[in-house]
């Protein structure tokens, strides 16, 4: 509903751009293929994807006006009128000693606007993600946790600028204080990574390193 409303307005990416909506905005429709595969074998398990999504309608933020100029930049809500997102998934689970579990997961993604034969916006050809988890007793946990997103393309008045690759990492905690109750808690972004202050193109901030603490309880 924001994105249809004209009245819409909002700060995005930390502060450095306004979005606005957009009365005109048609709905997206997609088609989706997809093929999958998994096998679970003693103490290990792999998967195996491939995807296409064909997209009529695929609603992005464009900018508009003072593009690049942080706290400036006015974007709006837009329809690429065609577009094809079709993509490899591979993954794999393994049982370690000294009761580690190990796990990865990788994605190749080709996402096209068939309209205007060039790259979609934020959306990077190569992802992945791993995580290393461990459990020395029953009702404790430790996970850290690493994401990598390939380089991407981001465009301005419709002219294309590179953003790098770039990888985080998180560590999360959890002990079992009850049947029913856990506390848990962590740290993300272990290296302190701020994308935006590296380099302006990044048009959404990483908030730097955070922690968290919290309490769930199951009933």
């Given at each position: 509903?924001k ?6 307005s909002?700060?995005?990416g ?32 792999a ?17 508009v ?46 996402a ?74 962590g ?33």
């Amino acid at each position: 509903m924001k994105q249809l409303s004209p009245g819409y307005s909002a700060i995005g990416g930390g502060g450095q751009f306004t979005i606005r909506g957009n009365p005109d905005l048609s709905p997206e429709l997609n088609t989706t293929y997809e093929l999958a595969a998994d096998y679970v074998g003693d103490g290990w398990s792999a998967s195996a994807g491939i995807f296409q999504n064909n997209l009529k309608g695929l609603i992005q933020t464009v900018c508009v006006a003072d593009c690049g100029i942080r706290g400036r930049e006015l974007r709006n809500y837009e329809n690429v009128d065609r577009a094809r997102i079709r993509g490899i998934e591979l993954g794999t689970e393994l049982d370690l000693p000294l009761n580690l579990h190990w796990g990865i997961n990788y994605t190749y993604l080709d996402a096209i606007d068939r309209s205007a034969d060039q790259r979609l916006a934020g959306r990077s050809r190569h992802l992945a993600n791993t995580h290393l988890k461990w459990s020395p007793t029953p009702g404790f946990d430790a996970q850290l946790r690493g994401e990598y997103v390939g380089s991407q393309l981001g465009y301005s008045r419709n002219v294309a600028y590179g953003l790098p690759a770039y990888s985080l990492w998180h560590l999360e905690l959890s002990q079992q204080l009850t049947p029913d109750l856990t506390l848990r808690g962590g740290i993300e972004n272990l290296s302190d990574e701020r994308l935006a202050d590296d380099n302006m193109l990044f048009n959404y901030p990483e908030p730097g390193r955070t922690y968290h603490v919290g309490l769930s309880m199951s009933f």
